[in-house]
């Protein structure tokens, strides 16, 4: 029984881990690139959520003998899809006019965006929880080991790895990977070898949105419930993740996530469960004391 | 081939190019030599549109290219070597200079050109896998030679290559400069605070102080003219 308790805390955190993880690569790839903080990062993980409850519900309504597969596939891309454009149009209006202005106001103008998309949110929707659907199949044959596993968390945990392979293929291979390195690590030298810079930040922005609302759809088909609010706590905690990685780092951001997620699901499940957002906070600061710049981060960020 | 009429650039509030005019013709090695802060380096980032000018044109290839993007600038064949080498720090050399044909898609050209600048540059070949931020500063210098010309520039320009390198380094790189202008027929717009060399090797030049030009003649002139040996080189 000790044993198996253990493994479904470890499968639990490693579920949660991949869900900031794939919140968490999105702040750390903008940071990386504009060297920005996106507070409103959490927000499109929150509307991509609500995207695929809509998508779900019209289709689910209007055309009840839909197979369930394809109902979770429009919803999903539904979701990502929106969650991109939101990202593009947030970077276009809220980030791209403060391109030279110091980093500060590029900041507050982060705040504004999330609270402009939480308040947005809260009216055109509901401030009530609303009811989300399953939108992962059961699978059977988990169902001896149900009580260790379950079929939501495996998914999560699958997804999450092919979305990583799948980037770093992206980033180490492709021409838009080779000039996002090169963005990130010289705007100007970038620029300068005919790298259309605008255009690069603008795909990082639609990148990080769409595995940000990819993990907003898996999580709330898990939990059963979303509102306006689950951008913030989940953005707080993915952002956590990417500064404990080492902030600006792709492979520290899932470290991060990963650690993050099992700290709180060992600690809440041997320790107490009422503290589990506090283990978050504590190794975070345990960490920033020794290592400052995080796991995985670079000293030398700051160039002259 | 690059022609600048009354630019005025600005920094914010502060007035950086006050109305210059300079011409490079096809094939020329010019150069532009001035004291710190004269405004070498945003000439330079003003002809590659990274500060566009406030009001004034410049054009190459008879195209205005003022309120173009840096991007498409490097696409027309304008390439720079900024002051500072800029190395991509985590890239290694080999990525850096795949990256300076970044906009091409010949490939058995880009092969090419390849071997050209290991043949330029031997000890880049050697240092193919080490990243850009572990080499020397000279090696650097080269790498962001060899990038730009990878790009495959008709005109290259250049800032301050000379700028923290021994004097037997500086003297290859010169040499490399006439080489590649010669070898390749780039047109090379070389901004300098080592007068002394880069007169050596231009055919013409430009002299600027705080955001003017206030002399343009043959290199061999300026070497002889009294104010420019008073003030720059040294004599």
New interface residues.
């Given amino acids: 029984m000790q044993l198996e308790y253990f493994i479904s805390l470890l499968l639990g955190g490693l579920a949660k881990g991949s869900i900031y993880a794939l919140i968490a690569l999105g702040y750390t790839m903008v940071y990386g690139i504009i060297q920005l903080i996106n507070f409103a990062h959490g927000e499109i993980y929150m509307i991509g959520a609500f995207t695929a409850l809509i998508f779900s519900t019209v289709i689910t309504y209007t055309m009840p003998d839909t197979a369930f597969l394809i109902n979770v596939g429009i919803s999903f891309t539904g979701a990502i899809i929106f969650a991109a454009a939101y990202g593009f149009t947030m970077e276009r209006i809220a980030y791209r006019p403060l391109r030279n202005a110091p980093r500060l106001s590029a900041l507050i103008s982060a705040i504004g965006m999330s609270i402009l998309l939480q308040n947005y949110v809260l009216l055109a929707q509901t401030p009530d929880f609303l009811p989300f659907p399953s939108l992962v199949p059961n699978f059977s044959f988990l169902e001896p080991i149900e009580y260790i596993v379950s079929s939501n968390q495996i998914v999560i945990i699958v997804t999450t790895i092919i979305v990583m392979i799948l980037l770093t293929l992206l980033i180490k291979f492709t021409r838009v990977g080779k000039a996002m390195r090169a963005t990130a690590q010289d705007k100007t030298m970038a620029q300068l070898i005919g790298i259309n810079v605008d255009k690069i930040i603008a795909i990082t922005f639609v990148i990080g949105s769409s595995t940000a609302a990819l993990g907003g759809v898996l999580i709330s088909s898990n939990i059963g419930q979303i509102n306006y609010y689950i951008g913030f706590i989940a953005g707080i905690k993915a952002f956590v993740a990417a500064v404990l990685g080492g902030i600006g780092s792709i492979p520290g951001a899932v470290l991060g996530s990963l650690i993050l997620g099992l700290t709180e699901s060992f600690g809440s499940g041997y320790i107490s469960s009422d503290y589990e957002d506090a283990f978050a906070f504590i190794f975070l600061v345990i960490i920033l004391i020794f290592k400052p710049e995080g796991i995985l981060g670079r000293k030398d960020n700051q160039k002259v | 081939m690059l022609k600048l009429e009354s630019v005025n650039t600005y920094y914010g509030n502060i007035h950086a190019l006050k109305g210059i005019d300079i011409e490079i013709n096809k094939g020329e090695i010019v150069t532009l030599i001035g004291a710190n802060g004269a405004g070498k380096s945003t000439t330079l980032m003003t002809i590659?549109?990274?500060v566009p000018p406030k009001t004034g044109t410049v054009t190459f290839k008879g195209e205005n290219i003022s309120s173009k993007?840096?991007?498409e600038i490097?696409?027309m064949g304008l390439?720079?070597v900024?002051e500072g080498r800029?190395i991509?720090?985590?890239?290694t050399v080999q990525?850096n200079l795949?990256?300076?044909a970044?906009?091409r898609k010949d490939k058995p050209a880009i092969k090419k050109d390849l071997e050209y600048v290991f043949e330029l540059f031997p000890r880049l070949s050697e240092r193919r896998k080490q990243t850009g931020g572990t080499l020397s500063g000279g090696e650097q210098q080269m790498l962001a030679i060899s990038?730009a010309i990878m790009?495959k520039p008709d005109l290259l320009l250049l800032d301050e290559p000379s700028l923290g390198l021994a004097p037997i380094i500086v003297m290859q790189i010169f040499e490399i400069i006439k080489k590649i202008n010669r070898e390749n027929n780039t047109t090379i717009f070389l901004v300098e605070q080592n007068a002394n060399m880069a007169l050596k090797v231009a055919h013409r030049g430009y002299v600027m102080e705080t955001g003017r030009i206030t002399i343009s003649d043959k290199s061999e002139n300026l070497l002889a003219n009294d104010s420019v040996r008073k003030a720059y080189l040294g004599m």
């Fill in positions: 590659s549109g990274v993007n840096p991007d490097v696409q390439v720079q900024p800029h991509f720090p985590y890239l990525e795949d990256m300076g970044f906009l990038r790009a």
